[in-house]
C-alpha cells in the first residue's frame, strides 16, 4: 500500500532526526534544540494537514527562530498564527538540555516573533483561505535544529565550524531532496540567502536540468532592515520577477 505524501514526508523527519543526532557541537554553543523532536505533535499536524499534495512552490527557511519553531514546532511558527490561522495547538515537551534563558513554553509563550508574523500574516492577507494558499505552496525549514551559546544568544547554521557545517549540511541537505522528491515543486525558493544557497548546494543538479527552478527573497527578520519597510510588497515583486505570482508558472 502507497504511503500518503505527508506520511513519506514526517519519516523524513524522523530520519533527520536520527541523523542528527550523534552530532556534537563545541564552544561557543552550549546548547542545542531539536523541534522534530519535543515537538513533534505539532511539526507532524501541520505536514499531515497541509503537506498531503504535490505543490508549485516550496518556500524553505534556514532553521527556527526562539520564539517561532522552537516553541510550536512549525516553520517560522509565530504563536498566535498557528494558533489562529494555521488552526494547531498541541501540547509541545521540553528539550532534554534546557537553555535557563530560552525556556521552551509551547503555546503558552507570550513572546512574538517577528519574522513569523511577517510571514504568515502576509499569507493570510494574500490568499485569505488556507486551502487557497496550500494547494500550490508549502513551507518547510532546511535545519531544524536551534543553536544557542551560554549567554542564550541564537547561533545561525551558517556560523558553526567547518566541521560541525559539514555533519549538520550532510543530513539536512539529504531531507530537503527527499521532500522535493516527494512534492515536485516547480519552484524551490530560499527565504533568504542561506536557504538559497543551500537549495543550489543539494539540489543543483535538478536546478542544472530544469527540473526545478530556485530563487531567493527578502528573509522578514527585523535583523535586516530591507524587512523593516515593506517587506511583504519586496517580496510580492521578487516573486513576480521570478514568475511565482498566482496564476503564472
Given at each position: ?89 498541541q501540547r509541545i515537551d521540553k528539550p532534554v538540555h534546557e537553555h535557563p534563558k530560552r525556556p521552551v513554553l509551547g503555546f503558552a509563550c507570550t513572546r512574538s516573533e ?136
Open positions: 500500500m502507497t504511503r500518503s505524501i505527508s506520511s513519506q514526508i514526517n519519516a523524513a523527519g524522523r530520519r533527520l532526526c536520527r541523523e542528527l543526532a550523534p552530532l556534537r557541537f563545541e564552544l561557543p554553543v552550549t546548547h542545542v534544540y531539536n523541534p522534530l523532536e519535543y515537538a513533534r505533535r505539532s511539526h507532524e499536524e501541520y505536514v499531515t494537514r497541509y503537506g498531503n499534495t504535490k505543490k508549485r512552490v516550496l518556500l524553505l527557511g534556514m532553521n527556527p527562530g526562539p520564539y517561532g519553531m522552537a516553541q510550536t514546532g512549525v516553520p517560522f511558527g509565530e504563536v498566535q498564527m498557528v494558533q489562529s490561522w494555521l488552526g494547531i495547538e517577528v519574522s513569523g508574523k511577517r510571514l504568515w500574516g502576509a499569507i493570510a492577507e494574500q490568499f485569505g483561505e488556507l486551502d487557497v494558499f496550500f494547494k500550490d505552496f508549502f513551507i518547510a525549514n532546511y535545519c531544524p535544529l536551534v543553536f544557542m551559546e551560554e549567554s542564550g544568544r541564537n547561533r545561525t547554521p551558517d556560523k558553526l565550524p567547518v566541521r560541525e557545517k559539514e555533519g549538520v549540511f550532510a543530513a539536512c541537505d539529504n531531507y530537503l531532496q527527499r521532500i522535493v522528491g516527494l512534492l515536485e515543486p516547480r519552484w524551490v525558493i530560499g527565504v533568504g540567502g542561506f536557504a538559497e544557497k543551500r537549495i543550489q548546494a543539494a539540489c543543483g543538479p535538478a536546478v542544472d536540468a530544469g527540473d526545478i527552478r530556485s530563487g531567493v527573497i527578502l528573509h522578514p527578520s527585523p535583523a535586516n532592515p530591507r524587512a523593516n519597510t515593506d517587506w511583504f510588497g519586496t517580496v510580492r515583486k521578487q516573486l513576480c520577477t521570478l514568475g511565482v505570482c498566482r496564476g503564472k508558472t
